[in-house]
């Protein structure tokens, strides 16, 4: 059994906002105000240098509970948000810096310091999952889907490779390299966004990528614009494709 407190709590919008820990892990979970039963989970993790309730994941949370009825949970990465930073943190925060500065590619830093996240990330997704199915509104059994962009990618491969709890999931933005294995042991449907002129990821790295997970229903979303011009219908889109996966009345 792992230890869900809830320390906060508020509600706007029809949309119910819960602060928690799971074994001093901090998460939000967001959840339809009107408490109308059970309904599907969806697990999002957030970007590089951003944290539980960036504006990006309280949005996305909001067009997934008010659009569909779902309970959306996030969880603050290691070294983010609420979580203190490492020595090891702060080393490959200002190696990567020092490359920007530089002109130098930024790439092989951020993958590396992912997959360094992800191997402490992974099993605290697990642990919340588990607490969160313990939750009445929630269950265990239900559906449960993954989105998680950039940093959020390379949690959630590996992630969803291990979880067989998890049956739909989106994902984009990131490099193949620490990733590819782990994804050809997906077959769950995959929503892929990728920038077609993305200044850090070469369109061939994030082609590889997509074409590494073995789902036989994969979508690939590119849009012309750099690392940080993803358009924001591609919210709609995946809010959509949770919805059809995981068929719920809101």
């Known amino acids: 059994m792992h230890s869900l407190h809830f320390t906060a709590e508020t509600s706007s919008n029809g949309v119910r906002e819960r602060d928690f820990t799971v074994d001093g892990v901090p998460g939000v979970l967001w959840s339809p105000a009107s408490g109308t039963g059970r309904a599907p989970l969806i697990l999002m ?6 944290h539980k309730k960036s504006p990006a994941m309280a949005g996305r949370a909001h067009r997934l509970v008010t659009g569909c009825g779902f309970h959306v949970a996030v969880i603050d990465a290691p070294g983010h948000g609420d979580r203190p930073r490492t020595p090891h943190d702060e080393r490959e925060i200002a ?3 020092r490359a920007r500065a530089a002109g130098e590619p930024e790439g092989p830093i951020v993958v590396r310091y992912n997959a360094h996240l992800a191997e402490q990330a992974v099993p605290e997704y697990r642990a919340t999952l588990d607490a969160l199915q313990e939750l009445p509104e929630i269950g265990p059994g239900g559906p449960v889907g993954f989105f998680g962009l950039n940093m959020g990618t390379a949690i959630g491969v590996p992630f969803v490779a291990s979880e067989p709890r998890i049956s739909a999931a989106v994902f984009g933005l990131h490099w193949p390299d620490a990733l590819a294995d782990a994804a050809r042991r997906i077959t769950v449907p995959i929503e892929f966004d990728l920038q077609w002129d993305d200044e850090h990821i ?4 994030g082609l590889a990528l997509f074409d590494a997970f073995a789902s036989k229903e994969k979508t690939l979303h590119a849009n012309a614009g750099a690392h ?3 358009p ?3 919210v709609d889109n995946a809010v959509l494709f949770f919805a059809r996966h995981f068929p719920h009345a809101a």
Not at 45 to 50: E, V
Not at 202 to 205: G, Q
Request: overall charge negative; hydrophobic content about 25%; proline content about 5%.
């Open 228 to 230: 940080k011009e993803l």
């Open 45 to 50: 993790a957030h970007g590089g240098g951003n």
């Open 232 to 234: 924001r219908f591609e």
């Open 202 to 205: 070469p369109r061939e790295s």
């Open 95 to 97: 190696e990567l810096f």
